[in-house]
């Protein structure tokens, strides 16, 4: 318990631990001090405990994706089992919904491996912020990696719109309305859709980075959150700075 906690939090947290868990394009450049590695289930490959770890390990995965020479790790029936009583993600991905961009397969992880949440546009809300914060306050994850990616539906129609005036369906809205404010509108058309892409990338990973809780992970070298984007075109995940 750091000085900071109090018997209830503590308590809090332990029950959530108990009742959840069970029993090279990417680029580092990260002067973050080492974390103990995360205990690595039964017939599992080692876990990366530190963000440098992560972020190679994910480089590596999205290389033998983009070059089809995929590996499908962990999906074996030793790590199945060990599964079924514990879990120990290295990484948490936020990505967008769009099925052409399923974390898993782009960065060739397996179960287990990563820790997903995906919204349209990678959009923030209280669910996606809880989701975050669970990964790396309770499962002592070391790196969140903000997933945008090209021609993202979510992105065009916030741009559109912004430019029209017209009012998306039902609850579409949301998503446009909380983009909005990432707008490049030094550019246009086509341009102006993909600049905001990585404008909105950029401004999530600010913000989940600026978290209190998160903050105080990355100023001790224990956390890295950043930003990146998938091309569709090439299957290459690039890092923004």
């Not at 580092?28 to 390990?57: I, V």
């Not at 782009?106 to 919204?119: A, E, K, N, Y």
């Not at 209190?212 to 956390?223: I, M, R, S, T, Y």
Request: proline residues 6%.
């Amino acid at each position: 318990m750091n000085s900071q906690d109090t018997p209830h939090r503590a308590g809090r947290r332990a029950l959530l631990r108990a009742g959840l868990t069970g029993a090279a394009a990417l680029g580092t450049g990260l002067t973050l001090s080492a974390t103990p590695a995360s205990a690595t289930p039964a017939g599992a490959r080692p876990r990366p405990g530190t963000p440098d770890e992560a972020l190679r390990e994910l480089a590596a995965g999205n290389l033998r994706w983009r070059t089809y020479r995929e590996r499908h790790p962990d999906e074996s029936p030793a790590v199945r089992q060990a599964l079924a009583t514990g879990q120990h993600p290295f990484a948490l991905v936020l990505g967008c919904i769009d099925s052409r961009v399923p974390p898993e397969l782009v960065f060739d992880q397996g179960l287990g491996d990563l820790m997903t949440v995906r919204s349209g546009g990678e959009v923030l809300d209280e669910a996606v912020l809880g989701s975050v914060a669970y990964g790396v306050l309770e499962l002592g994850i070391p790196l969140v990696l903000v997933l945008g990616h090209q021609s993202c539906g979510a992105v065009k129609a916030a741009v559109e719109t912004d430019v029209s005036g017209a009012q998306l369906p039902a609850h579409i809205q949301y998503l446009a309305d909380q983009i909005r404010p990432n707008i490049d509108r030094t550019k246009d058309g086509a341009a102006r859709v993909d600049a905001t892409i990585d404008a909105n990338i950029r401004a999530i990973r600010s913000r989940i980075a600026a978290e209190p809780d998160l903050a105080a992970k990355v100023a001790a070298g224990e956390l890295a959150v950043v930003g990146a984007r998938y091309e569709l075109t090439t299957q290459l995940v690039h890092r923004l700075s």
